[in-house]
């Protein structure tokens, strides 16, 4: 197998993987191949640090019944399928498949019905909080394949999420900022973090541009670069 395409198929699976639903040989390839990617390894900083900040940043709501049955059906439905299929249908193929087309037999029953559970109940402990999840824009070209950011929202009250982000030069840091297209920024924070989660320190509304640049000493009053983040409210 060669290095680029372990190095796909390591990105196809991050998302398993950070819910604990990858079969355990899969899982332990993953591992060593994060040993030796920096590039994957801050995906997966950045995909663990949104599986566990949604699900702790909101109110626990149980998901109805129904859609716990809903789902156990599909679970139960799935399962008959294999046994009918024998032992073999529960085995992942020898040559490399396309994880967004992988059946739930080659990902193994207990592993899909423990992803589909994670990611329904993130979805309904978040819809029913308001919380919301916004898509950053990474504007450096040089830096948009290996920076990841969103902004998770919760009325007022906003969370930039960060993986991969550069180290600020000595004496730099980076700085937040809140605003309106057209208007000048307002100074919302400043932060040095590679990855992890940042406080926006003034309110956020609907309309709102939420920036990131890098600034001198303790920060600025105003912007002195181009932003390296931008998120849209």
């Known amino acids: 197998m060669s290095a680029g395409l372990e190095h796909r198929e390591c990105l196809e699976s991050l998302g398993a993987y950070a819910l604990g639903a990858l079969p355990a040989d899969e899982a332990e390839g993953v591992r060593q191949h994060l040993s030796d990617c920096r ?4 995906e997966l ?4 640090g949104a599986v566990d900040a949604l699900p702790a940043s909101v109110t ?3 998901p109805p019944p129904e859609l716990k049955a809903r789902l156990m059906e599909i679970v139960e439905s799935e399962a008959d399928l294999l046994r009918a299929a024998g032992e073999a249908a529960d085995r992942p193929p020898v040559r490399r498949r396309s994880r ?7 990902l193994g029953l207990a592993a899909a019905a423990a992803a589909a559970a994670a990611i329904i109940l993130v979805f309904v402990t978040t819809a029913a909080s308001g919380t919301r999840v916004i898509p950053a824009q990474i504007l450096n070209a040089a ?5 990841h950011a969103s902004l998770q929202v919760n009325g007022p009250r906003a969370d930039l999420q960060v ?6 030069a000595a004496d730099h840091v980076d700085e937040l ?6 208007a000048r920024p307002r100074p919302a ?3 040095v973090l590679e990855s992890g989660s940042v406080r926006v320190l003034l309110p956020v509304h609907g309309g709102d541009l939420v920036l990131v640049t890098v600034e001198p000493g303790r920060g600025t009053s105003a912007p002195t670069t181009a932003p390296l983040i931008r998120v849209r409210v």
């Open 100 to 106: 967004r087309s992988a059946s739930v037999g080659t």
């Open 163 to 168: 993986a991969g982000l550069p180290t600020p």
């Open 189 to 191: 924070g400043t932060f």
């Open 143 to 147: 830096q948009a394949s290996r920076v």
């Open 39 to 42: 590039e994957c390894r801050a």
């Open 60 to 62: 626990p709501t149980l």
């Open 45 to 48: 900083t950045w995909l663990r």
């Open 177 to 182: 900022w809140v605003g309106r297209e057209g």
